[in-house]
């Protein structure tokens, strides 16, 4: 058994910035990241388009900013998280730049901003195209200039440790650190903490095709599920327009929505640009409109991907901001001086999540969220381009203040009892049909454009899946791809059970039956 004051679950910008802060104002605090890869592997890593900050106060404003990302979120923001979000932006950009993080600048030494789908002015502050790489490599290099902080690669958490108690006829769970599988040698250790936050990121490999890498598992919401948090919003998943296409490869690439930002057009087989058929912002309306201004254009052609069309651009200023895009096309035998980069929709951003409030409070007492695995109110039902690295240092930012307050009055770990996790070694050769089954189910039925019918179907084969995991991987030792397959699987049936709410008004109850939503009658 570990001790540690402080467990953070994740080495994204949100685990990471949480980490830095707390770590240079508590020097005796002892804290300990877990990461289930290595400590660089994240949906950060893969950023692209870079950070909305709103910083010319001229021409732009904090409302436009704040209007934007209502809009985008289809009416069911949280206004006043919206609004406290955009106004902290500027605060939280100065740290990661004095933590070494650098931002392309004009020639004039002002931060050169990018255009984004739904954004009415340039304000993403970006690193060419790798702004991500950028954060996390600069995150990574200055956390290990702290002697208090472990970052322990390999460590894939399984559970939280929590424990219930009454309180004055009120149920509490309290959250005292996770169970652990170290990869290295499959032990399970135990790590117990007085204070424990995950930001485990997102879950789009929930689904077929996606951009996130292979560590973006829901874990988190998972997690949090088991042990009875609050998740909320999971029916709103964000699927990118422009993910590179290429048959079975995963993650896709992706094609950075600052690339319609600078002018590219978004065309059929025929080369016919039409998402203004669709909406008067054409391809940089939102990223929901342009997605299903895809989906239908391929339901009518029956082609497999529309194409990004860059070949007006002047391409040397192209390279310049694109670098990375320009050499994946390169390597996959696209010249963008004269062919059209084939693109299609993938799922990308997880908008809902583990229910936290404004200071990144779980419904777990001691148990704090923040970055993608979280559900803030930010986002509603459509995530504002680049509005989420923001979202994840505002909240790391909001977890440290209160932390830092709290944690002197928060009590030691307790006696407590440990579970012990079966022994038995599983026979893994149907894993991966199993995974590839349920991807490819949520990208048929539970994908851009949800029905009741194509939901229905989706419930009926999770339901059989379950029988069958269950069947093969009950009651055996935690192994990383079984956990990450009963995660998924988790993650899977929150989509389809809260989009069932959602678009019918129907849920699906404890037995999982489906049933009309009482509210409706
Ligand atoms: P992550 O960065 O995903 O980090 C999660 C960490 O948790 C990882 O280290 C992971 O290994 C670890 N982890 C997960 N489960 C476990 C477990 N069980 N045990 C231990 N460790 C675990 N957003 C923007 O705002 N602007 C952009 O330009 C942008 N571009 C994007 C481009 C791509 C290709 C992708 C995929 C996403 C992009 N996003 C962008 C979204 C944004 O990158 C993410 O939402 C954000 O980086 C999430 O940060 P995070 O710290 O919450 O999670
Ligand atoms: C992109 O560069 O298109 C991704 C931006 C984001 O996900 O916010």
């Not at 996790?421 to 590839?436: E, F, G, T, V």
């Given at each position: 058994m570990i001790y540690k004051d402080i467990l953070i679950i994740g080495s994204g910008i949100a685990g990471l910035s949480f980490a830095l802060k707390i770590a240079k104002e508590r020097p005796d605090l002892s804290i300990c990241i877990l990461t289930k890869k290595s400590k660089t592997e994240s949906n950060t890593r893969y950023a692209q388009g870079g950070i909305a900050v709103v910083l010319d106060k001229i021409t732009d404003s904090y409302q436009q900013h704040i209007d934007d990302t209502l809009k985008s979120g289809g009416g069911l923001c949280n206004k006043k998280i919206v609004r406290m979000v955009v106004k902290k932006a500027a605060a939280r950009l100065k740290e990661l730049i004095n933590w070494g993080v650098e931002f392309d600048k004009q020639t004039s030494g002002e931060f050169s901003t990018g255009l984004e789908g739904g954004h009415s002015h340039a304000r993403i502050l970006h690193h060419k195209d790798i702004t991500g790489f950028e954060i996390e490599k600069k995150l990574i290099l200055q956390i290990s200039q702290y002697s208090n902080i472990t970052l322990l690669d390999n460590h894939f958490a399984l559970d939280i440790i929590t424990t219930e108690s009454i309180q004055n006829n009120i149920h509490i769970n309290t959250c005292y650190g996770a169970y652990v599988l170290n990869q290295q040698d499959n032990s399970i250790k135990i790590f117990t903490s007085r204070i424990t936050l995950l930001a485990t990121g997102g879950s789009g490999q929930v689904y077929q095709t996606t951009t996130n890498p292979s560590v973006a598992t829901g874990d988190g919401v998972a997690i949090a599920q088991r042990a009875g948090a609050k998740i909320k919003d999971m029916q709103f998943v964000q699927f990118h327009p422009t993910a590179f296409y290429k048959i079975n490869s995963n993650p896709s690439f992706l094609i950075s929505e600052a690339v319609?930002?600078?002018?590219?057009?978004?065309?059929?087989?025929?080369?016919?640009?039409?998402?203004?058929?669709?909406?008067?912002?054409?391809?940089?309306?939102?990223?929901?409109?342009?997605?299903?201004?895809?989906?239908?254009?391929?339901?009518?052609?029956?082609?497999?991907?529309?194409?990004?069309?860059?070949?007006?651009?002047?391409?040397?200023?192209?390279?310049?901001?694109?670098?990375?895009?320009?050499?994946?096309?390169?390597?996959?035998?696209?010249?963008?001086?004269?062919?059209?980069?084939?693109?299609?929709?993938?799922?990308?951003?997880?908008?809902?999540?583990?229910?936290?409030?404004?200071?990144?409070?779980?419904?777990?007492?001691?148990?704090?969220a923040c970055g993608e695995c979280s559900h803030t109110g930010l986002h509603g039902s459509n995530r504002l381009a680049s509005n989420s690295l923001l979202e994840a240092i505002v909240f790391s930012h909001e977890a440290y203040l209160?932390?830092?307050?709290?944690?002197?009055?928060?009590?030691?770990?307790?006696?407590?009892?440990?579970?012990?996790?079966?022994?038995?070694?599983?026979?893994?050769?149907?894993?991966?049909?199993?995974?590839?089954?349920?991807?490819?189910?949520?990208?048929?039925y539970a994908g851009i454009v949800k029905t009741s019918e194509g939901l229905i179907l989706a419930h009926k084969q999770l339901l059989k899946l379950d029988l069958l995991i269950k069947e093969k991987y009950q009651n055996v030792a935690p192994n990383y791809e079984i956990i990450e397959l009963k995660n998924l699987m988790s993650v899977a049936h929150l989509i389809v059970n809260q989009s069932f709410k959602y678009i019918n008004k129907r849920k699906i109850n404890r037995n999982n039956e489906i049933e009309t939503d009482i509210n409706q009658n």
């Open positions: 319609r930002g600078f002018g590219a057009w978004l065309v059929n087989k025929n080369g016919v640009r039409f998402v203004l058929d669709y909406d008067e912002r054409g391809e940089l309306a939102t990223r929901d409109i342009v997605s299903k201004a895809i989906y239908f254009e391929l339901l009518k052609s029956h082609e497999d991907n529309v194409y990004l069309d860059c070949r007006h651009l002047d391409m040397k200023e192209f390279k310049k901001h694109f670098p990375s895009i320009y050499n994946h096309c390169k390597k996959n035998g696209i010249d963008l001086y004269k062919d059209q980069i084939p693109v299609a929709p993938a799922a990308h951003y997880q908008c809902g999540g583990i229910s936290i409030n404004a200071k990144a409070q779980t419904s777990i007492v001691n148990l704090y209160h932390i830092f307050n709290k944690i002197d009055y928060v009590n030691k770990v307790p006696h407590l009892v440990f579970k012990k996790y079966p022994a038995k070694k599983a026979n893994l050769s149907k894993i991966n049909n199993l995974k590839k089954e349920l991807k490819a189910l949520m990208n048929l």
